[in-house]
């Protein structure tokens, strides 16, 4: 995949997208597919906004049951049924395990109730694994949760993703379908022709560089980002998103066979401890966020959020602080709503089509992002009368699969990242190609030689090198700082 910047400013597209989380990438794949002259642009990288900070699991939700949003949980849970089929090496099925205890705030027989439901709603997708569990099965099968109050527990299963690889895929897929995209290229503004929105006002951060993109149709898929481009459009407009911080910690591994879903005491929130590489994934918090959507990281309240929550079911694990090996926060785009609790939100995706013709998508799940991206592609279609376009086939074809070996020598696996998946930082590699901020060590044992690798390959200058250092310390740096 390379950065096409010279197509950007010279071509005349159909459509434009600007945003390279999972939505954008979907969106602009599904529409390349389909025959359109697409563009994308991401103004930082692929999946460095929600799509790269989630639990990483393809999902009914659940939760959502108890808000009795049926469609939602009935959409996701088709939604999973066709991502596991069509990207089986990334999307793959998991036993999840619910234990209920006494005083929790969903008992026993609606936790069994909410399981059935939520397999019925799946129908021919669902994965057969449901069974009650008794105390004392559950206690067979994790030894290692506390016996103190357990009343028994369900078992079920959802599928677990790596959303990073997942919507860089898109991308890539998007690239292949003949896509002009290029990461680091920011949209600073929208150009109008009598009202109409025709283009954007983009800027390289790379090199500073400004010039205008022309497209018939401009998606705004900026997630947090969203309002920004909507107030440009129309300044009087409401938000249309309104952002909820999410944080987890990457713990050490805990003696866990399978995932697992608490109910939070503190505020009745359902949160879950997973297993995930050599370390255990524990989240999420849910909180309003007005601040800037470029730097969101954990606080120490949303670390003894969590590490409390998770210390009452493993209390002889010495559950603290020294566990976490860092934490990673990020925000949900989620439609505005007025006055209700961040967590009680609908999750449900929202197309805005404005009187200039932008169309602006919040909301949704990564789960849901295959049929968000159609949707949005099927309205488009009706922007150009008398054209013949494909269909839609990404239900039945996935993006592809490929994953760059992980035991090829470092400066094989940078080459590969620099040359074929577009990282133009070290941030962009140590965090989303090789997903080494994410390990025990954080890749503070090998950012020196990858920045000068990395130097040698795009020609950098010294003081870039030690720029680019700097720049993926302080990341390192804000992810941890929460823990001291
Ligand atoms: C903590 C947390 C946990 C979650 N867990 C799950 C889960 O387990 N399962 C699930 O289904 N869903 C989950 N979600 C929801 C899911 O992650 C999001 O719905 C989804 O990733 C949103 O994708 P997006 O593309 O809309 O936004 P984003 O991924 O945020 O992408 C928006 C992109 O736009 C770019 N951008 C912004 N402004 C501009 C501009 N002016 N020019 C160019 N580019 C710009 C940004 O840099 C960013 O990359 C979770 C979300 C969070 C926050």
């Not at 140590?430 to 690798?453: F, H, K, N, P, V």
């Amino acid at each position: 995949m390379k950065r096409e910047v010279s197509c950007l400013k010279s071509g005349e597209f159909d459509l434009l997208v600007i945003g390279g989380g999972i939505n954008g990438c979907a969106i602009a794949r599904d529409a390349s597919l389909r025959g359109f002259k697409t563009a994308l642009i991401e103004k930082d990288d692929f999946a460095c906004g929600a799509s790269g900070k989630s639990t990483k699991i393809i999902h009914g939700g659940i939760r959502y049951l108890e808000q009795f949003n049926l469609n939602l949980v009935y959409e996701a849970l088709h939604e999973r049924g066709t991502l596991l089929r069509t990207v089986p090496d990334l999307v793959k099925p998991l036993e999840f395990i619910i234990p209920v205890y006494k005083g929790d705030p969903r008992p026993l027989f609606v936790m069994n109730t909410g399981v059935f439901l939520y397999d019925l709603l799946a129908g021919r997708q669902n994965i057969h694994c449901r069974r009650p569990l008794t105390k004392a099965e559950l206690a067979g099968l994790e030894p290692n949760i506390t016996a103190k109050g357990l009343k028994g527990g369900v078992m079920y299963c959802d599928a677990q993703m790596d959303d990073i690889r997942l919507c860089l895929n898109n991308a890539i897929s998007a690239y292949e379908a003949g896509c002009c995209i290029a990461n680091k290229i920011e949209a600073e503004g929208l150009v109008k022709r009598e009202g109409v929105v025709v283009g954007v006002e983009a800027r390289d951060t790379l090199t500073n560089d400004r010039f205008t993109i022309r497209a018939q149709c401009i998606v705004n898929a900026t997630g947090a980002w969203s309002n920004r481009i909507v107030w440009d459009d129309e300044p009087h407009a409401a938000a249309i998103t309104r952002p909820t911080k999410g944080v987890h910690l990457i713990y050490k591994k805990l003696p866990i066979t399978r995932p697992m879903l608490f109910s939070a005491r503190k505020d009745k929130r359902i949160f879950f401890a997973i297993p995930w590489r050599d370390y255990t994934l524990i989240g999420t918090t849910d909180t309003d966020f007005t601040g800037s959507p470029d730097e969101v990281y954990a606080e120490r309240s949303d670390v003894e959020y969590l590490l409390n929550e998770i210390g009452r079911v493993f209390p002889e694990q010495g559950i603290s602080r020294e566990g976490v090996i860092t934490t990673y926060a990020g925000l949900r785009p989620l439609m505005n709503t007025h006055g209700m609790a961040p967590w009680k939100v609908s999750r449900e995706h929202y197309i805005k089509e404005s009187g200039s013709g932008l169309i602006s998508v919040v909301g949704g799940k990564y789960t849901t992002y295959r049929r968000l991206a159609e949707q949005v592609v099927n309205l488009i279609v009706h922007r150009f009368p008398g054209r013949e376009f494909r269909a839609c086939s990404t239900a039945v074809c996935g993006p592809t699969q490929e994953i760059p070996p992980g035991d090829a020598g470092l400066r094989e696996r940078i080459t590969h990242a620099v040359n074929e998946e577009m990282a133009n930082s070290l941030k962009d590699l140590l965090i989303r190609r090789l997903q080494l901020a994410m390990t025990a060590s954080r890749g503070l044992d090998i950012y020196e030689e990858a920045g000068r690798i990395m130097g040698e390959l795009l020609g950098w200058p010294t003081s870039q090198v030690e720029y680019e250092i700097q720049a993926y310390k302080y990341e390192i740096r804000r992810n941890t700082e929460c823990l001291t």
